[in-house]
C-alpha cells in the first residue's frame, strides 16, 4: 500500500508569508495531485504531476520523484488561502488512489 | 451549474434505512469515484467506475453498493445505514484521456442517527 505523509499537518501564517506544505510518498506512483479543501468543504483540484514543476498565479507545485517527494509553495499568503490542502497519489501501473490526511493552513491577516 | 453535481447535499437518516445518494457530471468524463472523508482519516476510496460496464472496489466498500445508470450518473448506496457511516461523501470524475485530473462534486454530508 502507498503511504503518504504530509507535514505540516497544520501551519498558521500571517498574510504575505511565503508558504510550504510537503507531501512524502513510499512507492511509485503516474501523478501527484494537490487539492485544495475550503472550508465549506468542496473540493478543487489545484495540480497534477508527473514531474518538474507547475505554476498558477501565487502556487507552485514540485515533485521530486527519486525522492518521493512533493512540495506545494504559496506565495504573498492571503487570509483566502486559508483551506486544507491535500496531497493525492495514483499508484504506477495500478489504480490505487490513496490521500495524505491533510494540512490545514490558517493565514492571519 | 455545476460540473459535478451531488445530492443531496445534507441528509439525516436513521439506522436501518437504505440511502441513495447521487451524482451527475457535465464533464463527458468517462471515470467516476465515489469518497468518504472522516474527521483525521482523510478521503477515501468506496467504489470507482471506469466506464459504464466497469465497476470496481475501493478500499471501504463494505456496506456500500454502487450503479453507474450512464457514464454521467453514478450513484451510492448505503443498503441499511449504521452510525459510523456519518461522513462527508465525495463524488469525483477524471479523463482517461486527459492526464488523470480530477473534479470534485461538492460533498453530501450524511448523518445516520
Known amino acids: 500500500k502507498n503511504e503518504v505523509e504530509q507535514s505540516p499537518q497544520n501551519l498558521t501564517a500571517q498574510e504575505g508569508e511565503f508558504i510550504t506544505i510537503n507531501c512524502s510518498y513510499s512507492?511509485?506512483?503516474?501523478?501527484l495531485h494537490w487539492l485544495q479543501q475550503h472550508p465549506g468543504g468542496g473540493i478543487v483540484s489545484l495540480f497534477m504531476?508527473?514531474?518538474g514543476k507547475k505554476k498558477h498565479g501565487r502556487l507552485i507545485a514540485t515533485i521530486n520523484i527519486q525522492e518521493k517527494h512533493s512540495s506545494l509553495h504559496i506565495t504573498a499568503s492571503h487570509p483566502r488561502d486559508s483551506a486544507v490542502y491535500i496531497c493525492?497519489?495514483?499508484?504506477?501501473?495500478?489504480?490505487?488512489?490513496?490521500f495524505g490526511k491533510g494540512t490545514k493552513l490558517s493565514v492571519i491577516p | 451549474d455545476a460540473d459535478v453535481t451531488q445530492t443531496p447535499r445534507n441528509r439525516i437518516t436513521k439506522t436501518g434505512k437504505r440511502i441513495m445518494l447521487e451524482c451527475s457530471q457535465t464533464?463527458?468524463?468517462?471515470?467516476m469515484y465515489w469518497y468518504r472523508q472522516d474527521p483525521g482519516l482523510g478521503l477515501q476510496l468506496i467504489y470507482y467506475?471506469?466506464?459504464?460496464?466497469?465497476?470496481n472496489k475501493g478500499e471501504i466498500s463494505d456496506g456500500y453498493s454502487v450503479s453507474r445508470q450512464a457514464q454521467a450518473k453514478f450513484s451510492l448506496s448505503l443498503e441499511s445505514a449504521i452510525p459510523n457511516q456519518t461522513a462527508l461523501y465525495f463524488c469525483?470524475?477524471?479523463?482517461?484521456?486527459?492526464?488523470?485530473?480530477?473534479?470534485f462534486g461538492s460533498g453530501t454530508r450524511l448523518t445516520v442517527v
Open positions: 469525483a470524475t477524471s479523463d482517461s484521456r486527459a492526464g488523470y485530473g480530477y473534479t
Open positions: 467506475s471506469f466506464d459504464v460496464k466497469d465497476i
Open positions: 464533464k463527458g468524463h468517462d471515470r
Open positions: 512507492v511509485g506512483i503516474s501523478a
Open positions: 493525492l497519489v495514483s499508484g504506477a501501473g495500478s489504480y490505487q488512489l490513496t
Open positions: 504531476l508527473s514531474s
